[in-house]
């Protein structure tokens, strides 16, 4: 004959098993919680300048540096061998100025793209607003930004063609829509490269392509007239071809194409942040 179950037991199977979770399908973006966690950007931002130098012989030099080599040697091809016109500037001039934009839109995107993936102990054992880690690599962007350009604001100055200040004005703007841009693709790639690690092998690739689809070892004006429309289509080319325009203090700026990409940025920025706050609640249990 069975016995029955003493009550206790019996009442332990009968328990439903509760979860607690959210019923928002994504996490809000909370702007006054982002504001509280500002130290914490501003450390993670601060980690990564000095990671990415520490044990280097050279430190912070290579921040000049690697622009000054590809500069170097995108002369060689195309001012030297392709004789392709500078707009009255020093070819080595014109390359620099639009490598610094350039590097300032790449760092941001391979920062970004992987900003989850190497730090998997973050995102997993500590609460935080995730969107700080990609976020944080805007400012080492800037600051590289920032001393490229004031080494190439003083060799223009020793050769007596420093820029009018209008000109120097518009480049805080057109940094701020490059890193809108790259900021807004990168939070794209972070989410899905902690799905698929494959877009860290394809973005790289990517990113060279659109490197010689945009105007940083040649301008705009050698595009050819029926295709120039097309090729203005880049989001990048209208921004970088009128950030070395403001450096340099000469050339012409496409201002129609320049506000085209300007609504571009805001929008990918936006879009990227409302994929990137969808997937977060994910990326946790996936990473």
């Known amino acids: 004959m069975t016995q029955p179950a003493p009550a206790g037991e019996s009442e332990l199977h009968l328990v439903p098993l509760r979860r607690i979770r959210s019923d928002a ?10 504001w509280r966690y500002r130290d914490l950007w501003l450390t993670l931002a601060l980690r990564d300048v000095k990671l990415r130098y520490r044990q280097t012989a050279l430190g912070i030099a290579w921040v000049v540096l690697l622009p000054l080599i590809a500069s170097g040697v995108f002369t060689l091809v195309f001012g030297v061998v392709a004789h392709l016109p500078s707009e009255g500037n020093p070819y080595f001039l014109f390359v620099f100025a639009g490598f610094l ?8 995107l391979q920062r970004c793209s992987i900003s989850l993936i190497g730090n998997t102990t973050l995102v997993t054992k500590v609460y935080f607003p995730r969107i700080m880690l990609p976020a944080s690599s805007v400012l080492a962007s800037v600051l590289d930004f920032a001393i490229g350009a004031v080494i190439l604001l003083a060799v223009l100055a020793v050769r007596g063609s420093f820029p009018p200040l209008t000109s120097l004005l518009l480049v805080p703007l057109l940094l701020f829509l490059l890193q809108c841009l790259a900021l807004g693709m990168g939070l794209f790639a972070a989410s899905l490269t902690v799905r698929f690690r494959d877009v860290t092998y394809i973005l790289p690739f990517l ?26 289509l ?6 970088l071809d009128a950030m070395r ?4 203090g000469k050339g012409d700026v496409h201002w129609k194409a320049v506000g085209v990409s300007g609504v571009v940025s805001l929008a990918v920025l936006a879009a990227g942040t409302l994929y990137f706050l969808y997937q977060d609640r994910l990326n946790a249990d996936v990473i």
């Open 25 to 34: 399908r994504r996490t809000p973006l909370d702007l006054p919680e982002l």
């Open 234 to 239: 880049n989001p990048v080319a209208p921004l």
């Open 207 to 232: 990113i060279q392509l659109l490197l010689y689809a945009s105007p940083v070892a040649y301008g705009v004006a050698v595009v050819p007239d029926r295709l120039r429309r097309f090729y203005l």
């Open 101 to 108: 934009g350039w590097t300032a839109f790449q760092n941001t």
């Open 245 to 248: 325009a403001a450096l340099l």
